[in-house]
């Protein structure tokens, strides 16, 4: 018996086009707009050395932003939830185990049909990618808020939201920066797959390296990749850090 | 104790901790089962069984018990932390279990102040904001609860602090801050977890001479645990004795020392001192069981402690005391009496 998932999903990958098409379109139009604005608001500043980085760093990081802000925005209540019920948890680690191991290409697959080539699909392989490390860390953040906090807010008459934003979430600020450090780090990962997807960028160019056998261009582009990271790794341990310190 | 209104009462309290505590109550209820019985049949841990406490208005209640005895959980159930699996507890006369998550917040946030062990300060903020956070999660303007907080501060001696962050006070100013924090929101009662568990001896004798001072002065009651007998004995106006989830005696600590119901709590009790828990009247004999003249005898109230009368007896070199309440003679005092009441015995006075 061979198992072929293909045979049940592609109709329903068809059906979505078919039928979604103008909604899908719409979807593609709003986030196009939204990462043109940020290029242009971003691309406006001078272009001296340092600066210069900074706004290539930028240029890319736009979706990247964009990424990383939809995958914290999905990632961040699940988290809550699953710290609350462990049940929630169990269900979803099978789930986000599979979202970290199958080959990031294959979300491509799917996104570029539905979306057409461009930024859009890259975005949304980028958003699966980074969910995981930061719904985990979130999960372990809010559950490692000292118990007697927690007891605390109850006893003073505390509503639960107050709990959370006043109590919990200051304590799980530490841990829940780690999960933001890891998201932007693995979407970063990301951006290379993006470029072969036409989503441009610095993966543009180590694809045409990669595709025209240019070594140099590949390497170029490649550090560019890894200042960058450095560059975002270092802003967002600085924030942790500062918090650290506070505390 | 002239003004007995009862703030909280809690009547045979249990608290079955367990997948099948629904059951096991069920048994205890209907079959009479004890906790040994609910812990084989149902594999459930009895942590209170069958427990019943009233604090009277102005009152310090102290529950002493050893780790694993239930008093964590006792108090927890008193403000409805933990839900008691049987039984009821009234605060202020209102049933807390019956009440829905508003109105216990507000009766949480309005009547009943809690301080932790851990003091469970939060890092991120400074001492004022953290002795305000009660009013604050209250919606109480900050101007408003500054003040509160500041007046608060002041009481225990940390003014100078306010804009220091925990991280940067001892244990010991800690606990002060925890305990500011729940007199900011002026609670009639004040449920003290093992406070100063986790101080050193020195500081941990300022704090507890500070605290009942400080709660005699403003007329709060407050449930004080703790697994130290001293302790209780220097805090509490009544201790109640904890063991195994059960409350084994509650008493004034004269009346524990003098009495004690079971071999456990007098094994407790061995080694505290008589000196200024002893009163006169629990030593005195009768008037008419003294051969000697009384006029000559030096005078001592009642509820004068045997240290006084040790006193007064190596002061004037006389052979006994005479006790008199409202100018009346009722009872006589014999160095020998002294010497029994020292060594605790229950029947020091001889009738």
């Not at chain 1, 001296?48 to 939809?70: P, S, T």
């Not at chain 1, 859009?120 to 699966?128: G, L, M, N, R, S």
């Not at chain 1, 993006?194 to 990669?210: F, H, N, S």
């Not at chain 2, 839900?83 to 949480?108: F, N």
Request: charged share 20%; net charge neutral.
């Amino acid at each position: 018996m061979t198992v072929n998932p293909g045979a049940f999903l592609a109709p329903v990958v068809d059906w979505l086009n078919a039928n979604f098409h103008g909604f899908f379109a719409v979807v593609t139009q709003v986030i196009e707009a939204v990462l043109g604005a940020i290029e242009g608001a971003l691309l406006v500043l001078p272009p001296w050395a340092l600066i210069a980085l900074v706004a290539v760093a930028a240029f890319f990081a736009a979706g990247l932003r964009v990424a990383v802000l939809i995958a914290v925005a999905i990632a961040f209540p699940l988290g809550i939830l699953a710290a609350r019920r462990p049940r929630v948890e169990a269900a979803l680690r099978p789930v986000l185990d599979v979202m970290q191991t199958v080959p990031p290409w294959v979300y491509l697959i799917p996104a570029v049909m539905i979306f057409s080539l461009g930024k859009v699909p890259a975005i949304i392989a980028t958003i699966v990618y980074g969910i995981p490390p930061m719904l985990r860390l979130t999960t372990l953040a809010f559950r490692g808020v000292p118990k007697d906090l927690k007891e605390l807010g109850e006893a003073i008459g505390a509503k639960p939201g107050t709990i959370l934003w006043k109590i919990e979430f200051p304590a799980a600020t530490p841990t829940l920066l780690v999960g933001l450090n890891q998201c932007i780090l693995l979407s970063l990962a990301m951006v290379v797959l993006a470029g072969l997807v036409g989503a441009g960028g610095l993966g543009a160019e180590v694809t045409r390296g990669l595709t025209r056998m240019e070594m140099g261009l590949g390497l170029r582009a490649g550090l560019a990749i890894v200042a960058i990271a450095l560059l975002l790794d270092r802003l967002s341990r600085g924030a942790l850090d500062r918090k650290r310190k506070g505390a | 104790m002239e003004n007995s209104e009862v703030l909280i009462d809690c009547r045979s309290v249990w608290k079955v901790f367990g997948d099948r505590s629904r059951e096991a109550i069920g048994a205890i209820t209907g079959r009479g089962l004890g906790k040994q019985e609910v812990l084989r049949e149902f594999g459930c841990v009895v942590g209170v069984s069958d427990a019943s406490i009233q604090v009277r208005r102005g009152e310090i209640f102290c529950i002493m018990g050893l780790s694993g005895s239930g008093k964590s959980t006792l108090i927890r159930l008193l403000n409805r932390l933990i839900e008691p699996s049987l039984g009821q507890v009234k605060v202020k006369g209102r049933d807390i279990a019956a009440m829905d998550a508003a109105t216990l917040r507000e009766t949480r946030a309005r009547h009943i102040g809690m301080v932790f062990q851990s003091v469970a300060l939060l890092p991120q903020r400074n001492v004022l904001e953290n002795a305000a956070f009660g009013l604050e999660v209250q919606g109480v303007p900050k101007d408003e609860r500054n003040r509160a907080a500041e007046a608060a501060l002041a009481k225990v001696g940390l003014s100078d602090w306010m804009l220091r962050y925990p991280s940067e006070l001892s244990g010991g100013m800690q606990q002060r801050v925890g305990l500011a924090r729940a007199l900011t929101s002026d609670p009639e009662i004040i449920l003290m977890d093992e406070p100063f568990s986790a101080l050193d001896p020195l500081i941990r004798r300022q704090l507890q001479d500070e605290f009942r001072q400080l709660t005699k002065d403003l007329g709060k009651s407050a449930v004080f645990i703790t697994h130290d007998l001293d302790e209780a004995i220097r805090i509490g106006d009544r201790i109640a004795i904890m063991k195994d989830g059960v409350i084994i005696q509650t008493g004034t600590a004269e009346e524990i020392v003098m009495n004690p119901a079971d071999q456990y709590v007098a094994d407790f009790v061995a080694g505290i001192s008589r000196l200024h828990l002893i009163k006169a009247h629990s030593v005195m004999i009768s008037a008419g069981q003294w051969q000697g003249a009384v006029d000559g005898l030096p005078r001592c109230s009642p509820e004068a402690d045997i240290d006084a009368l040790i006193g007064q007896i190596t002061e004037t070199g006389s052979d006994a005391i005479a006790v008199e309440e409202d100018g009346k003679l009722v009872g006589i005092v014999t160095i020998r009496n002294l010497l029994l009441g020292v060594r605790g015995d229950a029947d020091a006075s001889a009738h």
